[in-house]
């Protein structure tokens, strides 16, 4: 394509208010590289009623097609990147993607963006696993393509409450995939955790716990079941199918889970997140700290440049990308520096290190700044919130509470 | 000429209106087709409510036994709120129908009406009417109208205004019996006002009866009570059409207009004279209009902060104030709920007429706090001397080391009702307070209870509770009899231990625990849970008399946020402070607007 008419493309989408973070970004000469990546692999075998991720069952063997578009997207944001130290593959079930399309996928990652971190054995590269879909072939070929990460979805391990989730796939499939990966060479292993689902004890949740944490794992996401708008499981709690667990015994798991985990070696370094020293997630660490990441697939989201936007959600939309291979876009923000500090407030009152303020906050005028610290005083005076060397953290009782905390920090701010 | 000045008085749907309707069709005042609909009534309001929010008066001519008879129909507001004003317009008659549903019986509001006509010592004719209806039982309820109200069985009418049976016989009657007005007193002109309402063209248009002397186009006239003078452009009777006239002599009848601009310049029961030959007393009676019942009205939408909801309200309340001047209104300013009115009624049906017509005719959308009364305190002034000083919010109550005494108005109630519910209604009269005064004998189903009751506790849900108590045959009227000193504290309301003035009430102190303890349940369900722990908390002076708590969340934390969460979960976030921003903030803690009129809301849980 020539200069003319890529210049006459980009306004055309810049009509359309698509794609302009990108040009933006590519626009400013000298600026570091983006070290993160994610990739989203929409397909899935069966749709899981808790989940609201953009993620279907494929009828129309469309993988092919999806793996170059897709190769082709993250070709054309490469020169966006920098050596990469994270990536993250997630979905959907990215190891519902046939072996030799990984392979393609994983072939074309090293020859367009730089992974010398990943020589170094520095890099994080994630994917995330069903346990029924793991093959010893599959892994050989992540393992090859770099992968040194991966996050196992097994949620529980009671048959009732998988059903109940609508979750379709064996308990005792988890431990052997597990095997499958270590024997595959592949050092790190997170497992997904639902927990507060109908019906579930608090006995039925440490039975969950023993089962994970008896398995040689490094990383442990733990979540109470959210009911996200327009999923089956909102759907059937609104129909009366089943009820909501009681408030008070979801906090006895929060804490169960703590205790068990703890006991365990693993440290809360997140509101769900549970990891061996030195095993947390980095890449999900730096969408906590609001780094940039660039995003790649159906209904991925990005923040590069101070943009945030999202790729268009509908795979057959994506399929038909544009000629420069970038995919449109939908609901974009352009850069906001107050909007950035309320996003750092938020997501960094979830993490155990807490928020460096005093840096944070010279990005406020000064009466914002000033009510945001009285905000915190209120909190700190409840108990809820404590100030150490510059640093904002919650205490345990305030962790509960983060996103009333965060809510009122944020309402002060003009 | 032989001239009849009577009223027609009456139970809401006894049939009143058709009753005068029919009385014009049948002197051929009104064609058949004109009668169809209600002449006398004007406004959709009233038509809609069934009652008669303001007097007319019609003048028609009747040929009885050869001699030829003016019959000024001077119609009333139906309901008590209006006391004044009905006995204003009593006043300006000789005789009255008094109407009851010969299937419903003598009902509150016909007691109160009557002796109100009794008071002005009216010549009162009983009629029965719906007397062709299935459930008509004249002879029982004509025995009703004697022992109740004293008049023979015999000397009712019995008619159906709806056929028409028996309306010869009533315009006969209206002949004979009402007396023809007296004879004047004086040569000096003294008419009185009975109503005055407000019309886009040609200003006020005022309702009077000339008592003595006379009225003339021209005249330059003197309200004897405000001292206003004006010149009669235009003098008048409703036929029931308009119809000028150049003078009006004494015992009649007539509207009249004189540039009048606004409801401010005339007051019903003023006398109007003549201004360069004026008469030496006025006719006696003047009061002017007493507003017993007071609430704020607030706009209920603020969409926009420079206040145009209030500049809206604003305009509304000053057009229906030309229109009505017997409600009073001043600007207010709630903390809580933003500038607003804080206005003054004649009773609880007028605060509903006045906030549906501003709704209606306005326009706007109002935000109503509870209804409170007004009381009168006695204090200790400078130099040991007392004072007394009238207060209709509690927020104005002086501190209670300075009051000698707070005084609150007694309403004389009358019930009517069914005999198997005698037990419930005194339970519920006794429990607001209630002194029972008298029971009488209305017919073998019912009986008339008489109670002195609080007008505080009258107006917290007394009549929702007597309509419950008796499958809604109950039915009841009331008027304020006098002030009377009982030991009434304010109880103020604590929020996280720092006291709201808007929510602080006045109530009786043996009420008041029971009292604080529902306002604060009802508090509690309408302020969200906080971080923290809530106490609210009811006292009297410093005294805590009622305590709940709104437990703090424990737990308000998504489990997952990742990369794609962080727009929706901060927008989540933004709309709670909007929310937050419709909420008023007293110490550390958000009070929905809806707080401050649920806990004040009447009822009980």
């Known amino acids: 394509m020539s200069d003319d008419t890529a210049l006459s493309r980009l306004r055309q989408l810049e009509a359309a208010s698509a794609k302009i973070p990108v040009r933006d970004a590519l626009a400013q000469p000298g600026r570091p590289g983006v070290s993160s990546i994610y990739i989203h692999i929409p397909f899935c075998s069966h749709k899981c009623h808790y989940c609201d991720f953009y993620s279907f069952v494929d009828s129309r063997d469309r993988q092919r097609a999806f793996t170059s578009r897709l190769i082709r997207e993250l070709a054309s944001l490469a020169p966006l990147a920098g050596p990469v130290q994270t990536i993250f593959v997630g979905g959907g079930t990215p190891s519902l993607l046939k072996a030799e399309l990984w392979q393609e996928l994983l072939a074309s990652l090293q020859e367009t963006y730089d992974l010398s971190p990943f020589l170094k054995g520095d890099g994080e590269f994630t994917v995330e696993c069903n346990p029924e879909s793991v093959s010893e072939e599959l892994l050989g070929v992540l393992k090859s393509g770099g992968v040194n990460r991966i996050s196992m979805g097994a949620q529980s391990f009671n048959p009732e409450h998988l059903k109940t989730l609508e979750r379709l796939h064996n308990p005792a499939s988890v431990p052997v995939a597990v095997e499958l990966v270590r024997n595959a060479g592949i050092d790190r292993v997170s497992v997904d955790l639902i927990y507060a689902i109908p019906g579930q004890s608090l006995q039925d949740l440490e039975h969950d716990l023993r089962h994970a944490l008896a398995m040689p794992i490094e990383h442990l996401s733990c979540y109470e079941l959210t009911y996200e708008p327009n999923t089956a499981m909102t759907k059937r709690l609104g129909m009366g199918e089943f009820v909501r667990t009681p408030e008070e015994l979801e906090i006895e798991m929060f804490e169960l889970v703590g205790a068990m985990a703890t006991q365990a070696g693993f440290e809360r370094y997140e509101v769900s997140n549970y990891a061996k020293p030195g095993c947390e997630c980095r890449h999900n660490l730096a969408y906590w700290k609001q780094d940039e990441w660039i995003a790649a697939g159906p209904s991925a989201s990005a923040h590069i440049g101070g943009h945030r936007y999202k790729n268009v959600p509908r795979l057959e939309s994506y399929l038909t990308g544009d000629d420069e291979g970038f995919a449109m876009i939908v609901d974009h923000e352009p850069p906001d520096p107050v909007r950035l500090v309320q996003e750092k407030l938020m997501t960094g009152l979830r993490l155990r290190e807490g928020l460096d303020v005093d840096s944070l906050l010279e990005n406020l005028n000064a009466a914002n700044a000033r009510r945001v610290r009285e905000t915190a005083t209120e909190f700190e005076n409840l108990g809820q919130l404590e100030r150490t060397e510059g640093r904002w953290k919650l205490t345990p009782s305030g962790v509960l509470l983060a996103d009333g905390i965060a809510g009122s920090l944020l309402s002060v701010i003009a | ?605």
């Open chain 2, 1 to 605: 000429m032989n001239i009849r000045n009577f009223s027609i008085i009456a139970h809401i749907d006894h049939g009143k209106s058709t009753l005068a309707d029919r009385l014009l069709q049948a002197t051929k005042a009104v064609s058949d087709r004109e009668a169809k609909a209600q002449l006398l009534d004007s406004m959709d309001l009233e038509r809609e409510r069934g009652i008669t929010i303001k007097a007319s008066a019609v003048t028609v001519m009747h040929e009885h036994n050869g001699e030829r008879y003016m019959l000024n129909f001077i119609d009333t507001p139906g309901h008590v709120d209006f006391g004044y004003e009905v006995s204003r317009a009593l006043k300006a008659c000789e005789g009255a129908l008094l109407i009851v549903d010969a299937a419903q019986g003598v009902e509150a509001q016909t007691v109160v009406n009557a002796y109100l006509a009794i008071e002005q010592d009216l010549e009162i004719i009983p009629v029965l009417n719906k007397i062709d209806l299935p459930g008509a039982r004249p002879d029982e309820i004509a025995m009703e109208v004697e022992q109740v109200l004293g008049f023979a069985a015999e000397d009712c009418v019995l008619c159906s205004a709806k056929s028409g049976v028996g309306i010869p016989e009533l315009l006969d009657e209206i002949c004979e019996r009402f007396p023809g007005p007296r004879q004047a007193q004086t040569p000096k002109t003294r008419a009185l006002i009975f109503d005055a309402v407000y019309d886009d063209y040609r200003g006020v248009i005022v309702y009077c009866r000339v008592f003595d002397g006379r009225l003339k186009v021209g005249d330059k006239i003197r309200m004897m009570g405000l001292g206003r003078t004006f010149t009669i452009t235009e003098l008048g009777k409703y036929t029931p059409k308009p119809q000028k006239v150049k003078e009006v002599g004494t015992g009649e009848t007539c509207y009249l207009v004189a540039s009048i601009k606004t409801l401010g310049d005339v007051r019903v029961g003023d006398t109007i004279t003549i201004d360069h030959d004026p008469a030496e007393e006025a006719l006696s009676g003047y009061e002017p209009p007493r507003q017993m019942v007071f609430c704020d009205f607030y706009p209920a939408t603020n969409s926009d902060k420079k206040g145009n909801d209030f500049e809206a309200l604003r305009e509304a309340m000053e057009k229906l104030s030309l229109n009505d001047a017997s409600f009073t209104f001043q600007t207010v300013h709630s903390e809580a709920l933003g500038f607003g009115y804080r206005c003054g009624f004649l009773g609880l049906l007028h605060m509903d007429i006045i906030q549906e017509r501003l709704e209606r005719e306005g326009d706007v959308e109002i935000v109503q706090t509870a209804p409170t009364v007004s009381y009168k305190v006695e204090v200790r002034g400078k130099e040991g001397a007392t004072e007394e000083i009238e207060v209709h919010n509690p927020a104005d109550l002086p501190d209670m080391g300075s009051i000698i005494a707070i005084k609150e108005p007694i309403a004389k109630v009358e019930v009517m009702v069914p005999k198997e519910y005698i037990g419930d209604v005194m339970k519920l009269a006794l429990d607001r307070r209630g002194i029972f005064t008298g029971q009488t004998f209305v017919s073998d189903a019912r009986d008339m209870l008489t109670f002195e009751i609080p007008l505080a506790e009258l107006i917290y849900d007394f009549y929702d509770k007597l309509k419950g108590l008796t499958a809604g045959y109950g039915t009841m009227d009331y008027e304020i009899n006098e002030y009377r000193t009982d030991r009434l504290v304010k109880v103020d309301v604590l929020i996280n231990g720092d006291p709201v003035e808007a929510l602080a009430v006045i109530v009786h102190k043996e009420k008041s625990e029971q009292r604080g303890r529902q306002l604060l349940v009802r508090l509690k369900k309408q302020i969200p849970r906080h971080q923290f722990e809530i106490p609210l908390q009811c006292a009297i002076g410093g005294k805590i008399i009622a305590r709940e708590t709104i437990k703090g969340f424990r737990k308000n934390v998504t489990a997952k946020c990742y990369g794609g969460d962080v727009t929706r979960k901060r927008k989540l976030l933004e709309k709670q402070k909007k929310g937050k921003e419709r909420m008023k903030t007293i110490g550390t803690v958000n009070i929905p607007q809806e707080a401050f009129m649920a806990v004040l809301d009447v009822g009980d849980e």
